[in-house]
């Protein structure tokens, strides 16, 4: 097969193109670019390569080319086919990582801010892109907190009028345009000066203000320069925040990329005049090709998915595809963005701080899958697993007394958190504490749902580790053999500062761990997830029920009521300080002074009782 394909790639011209390497099965499997198709395709057949590219030509049954008319033409078309094919050996960043962007439709009478993925052609302004989604809203909220702009989720014009204010209006966070006295004219004013500081103009809204203050005080108009004075400070307190806030204002980012098989570190440094404004870190399979080659690679799906570009991207050392690169970037984001490799200088220490950020973050990654995949070894050793626990679910219960009984259902894969196969179980046969019984419950529902092929319950889990000890470990493996789904199972034991100090199995033997320090560590971590996850749920329940009972106990107020005091003071704390007229605004005055009455001590004779007393 070598032979054959050799023959093929000899063949080729020497132009510049793009080859494409299929599998058995027609699959393909790499795409790359090459200034000469002969020279290079020729290469993958001949001599010695990496582990990476061995693994890959072992696997190429034939391949195709498409010859272009230059060098920046190929990249465009490898550019165009790996989007397309997805190939297993080219490199494949995480499409979990967002760039999202704020979004402000200016042609609304009342224009309202947005998060949206990517911008689109439809007349609206955006601003970014920013990190992630809560970096996003901490830029809308603190562009709202210094400019009084409201943050409480009402639509206007729609709920003008149609409410009080709420509590960020009387602590002077927002300037209350759900009031019908206020106008949009002063709520379109104060989206302009958001606009501003959403583009790094804070200085200019600052300089008027100032200007405005100055008028207003020798015109002896005090409350309007003592408005202005707050909003000058509210606007100065963004201070080394206003970094974060203009999200798109990076003129320079620094590249690093680290390699150390099997995995690759690439990061990316975001400067704006000299000031470091934020880190992106990607890890990802070491793809086939040269440093050079996976760099440029890396560089091109970065940008790609971040869609905006600073006005120069610094690098360690220029690929070999530099100058077609550049040209790339500055065609896509319509302006010159010019990348370069600087030798000395402060440029370069830039370069050598985002090689060091990527040695150091993969270094870290690399240590810690090495001691994880330790404990994955000894514990598959040591519990006699048919194999490495690649998944590992975690159980606990969570009660007070015989209410809000609850459990916990965690996921371990590969040794890291799963969050999203995380599941809460409810506790609904059983109307007394019974810890074993809870648990025999929980294991019974989710080995039901595997046994029927339920999407959420579907993975089987390679072990079983149950927070309580010996006698829920028997129940869960009762509960496990009368659903015919039976998994390794293990009992948490814990020391005397509720630390797992041994894995305790069916038959009552105990498994030391705390003499490991990574298996301590290890199954430490397991455990406080998973507690830590049980008690979270419990207590929103408590506190939901909590919640309901002090109302509910109230004559009068059912749910739909209890439910409209609960929309329009926001928490029982200020439905228990508002007055009964401010309470009659929410539901029906017998109701609001039934309300009063229970928060208040009111008897039917209108006295005050004493609380303490009566209690």
């Excluded at 320090?517 to 997830?529: D, H, L």
């Excluded at 749910?559 to 228990?576: H, P, Y």
């Excluded at 928060?599 to 209690?615: M, R, Y």
Aim: a neutral charge.
């Amino acid at each position: 097969m070598i032979e054959t394909l050799r023959e093929k790639a000899n063949k080729l011209p020497l132009k510049p193109g793009v080859y494409i390497m299929h599998d058995r099965d027609g699959q393909v499997i790499y795409v790359g670019k090459a200034k000469q198709l002969k020279n290079r395709v020729s290469s993958y057949f001949r001599g010695a390569h990496d582990a990476k590219t061995s693994a890959m030509v072992a696997k190429v049954a034939d391949f195709e080319v498409i010859i272009a008319d230059s060098e920046f033409e190929a990249l465009i078309l490898e550019n165009s086919l790996i989007k397309h094919h997805m190939p297993h050996y080219n490199i494949l960043l995480k499409d979990d990582k967002g760039y999202p962007f704020i979004r402000l439709d200016t042609s609304a009478e009342y224009p309202s801010f947005s998060i949206v993925s990517k911008p689109a052609d439809d007349g609206a302004r955006y601003f970014g892109p920013y990190g992630g989604r809560s970096v996003t809203r901490d830029a809308i909220n603190a562009v709202s907190k210094a400019l009084g702009l409201p943050t409480c989720g009402k639509r206007f014009p729609r709920d003008i009028g149609k409410a009080r204010p709420c509590l960020n209006y009387h602590m002077n966070a927002c300037r209350g345009y759900c009031r019908p006295e206020a106008s949009a004219e002063e709520y379109r004013k104060a989206m302009a000066e958001a606009v501003m500081v959403l583009e790094g103009r804070t200085s200019e809204i600052v300089s008027g203000l100032m200007t405005e203050m100055e008028n207003d005080a020798e015109n002896l108009r005090f409350e309007l320069a003592a408005e202005k004075r707050d909003r000058i400070r509210a606007l100065q307190a963004l201070g080394s925040r206003q970094n974060v806030v203009a999200g798109s204002a990076a003129d320079t980012d620094a590249a690093g990329l680290y390699r150390r098989d099997p995995k690759c570190c690439f990061v990316v440094l975001h400067y704006i005049g000299g000031d470091l404004l934020s880190k992106d870190v990607e890890v990802f399979d070491t793809p086939v090709g040269e440093d050079g080659e996976i760099l440029s690679a890396a560089l091109r799906v970065y940008y790609e998915k971040r869609g905006a570009f600073p006005k120069e991207v610094l690098l360690q050392s220029e690929p070999a595809d530099a100058e077609e690169l550049q040209e790339l970037f500055s065609q896509t984001a319509g302006r010159k963005v010019v990348l370069r490799a600087p030798r000395r200088g402060e440029k370069r220490k830039l370069t050598e701080a985002a090689l060091r950020n990527a040695t150091e973050e993969l270094e870290r990654i690399a240590t810690r899958e090495e001691r994880t995949l330790f404990a994955l070894r000894w514990l598959r050793e040591a519990l006699a697993l048919p194999s490495v626990p690649e998944r590992i679910e975690a159980y606990d219960i969570s009660n007070t007394g015989s209410s809000d009984m609850v459990a916990s259902m965690t996921v371990f894969a590969g040794g890291r958190p799963l969050k999203r196969d995380y599941r809460r179980f409810r506790i609904k046969t059983l109307e007394k504490q019974d810890d074993c019984r809870s648990m025999a419950e929980v294991i019974t529902r989710r080995m039901e749902r595997l046994r029927d092929g339920d999407e959420k319950f579907s993975d089987r889990p390679d072990l079983i580790l149950i927070d309580g000890g010996e006698g829920q470990l028997r129940a869960a493996i009762g509960a496990m053999e009368e659903t015919g789904t039976v998994v390794p199972a293990f009992g948490m034991v814990k020391d005397d500062r509720h630390r797992t100090r041994a894995l305790v199995a069916p038959d009552g033997s105990e498994v030391g761990i705390s003499a490991n320090q990574t298996v301590f560590s290890f199954i430490g971590r397991i455990q406080e997830e998973t507690h830590r996850f049980a008690i979270e749920y419990h207590r929103s329940l408590h506190g939901r029920r909590g919640v309901a009972s002090a109302l509910d106990r109230i004559e009068g107020v059912g749910e739909k009521r209890r439910n409209a005091l609960l929309k329009s003071f926001g928490s029982v704390k200020a439905i228990k300080n508002a007055s009964e007229e401010e309470l009659a605004k929410a539901v029906p005055a017998n109701v609001a002074a039934a309300v009063y009455a229970a928060f208040h001590g009111v008897d039917d004779a209108g006295t005050q009782e004493d609380t303490e007393e009566k209690q």
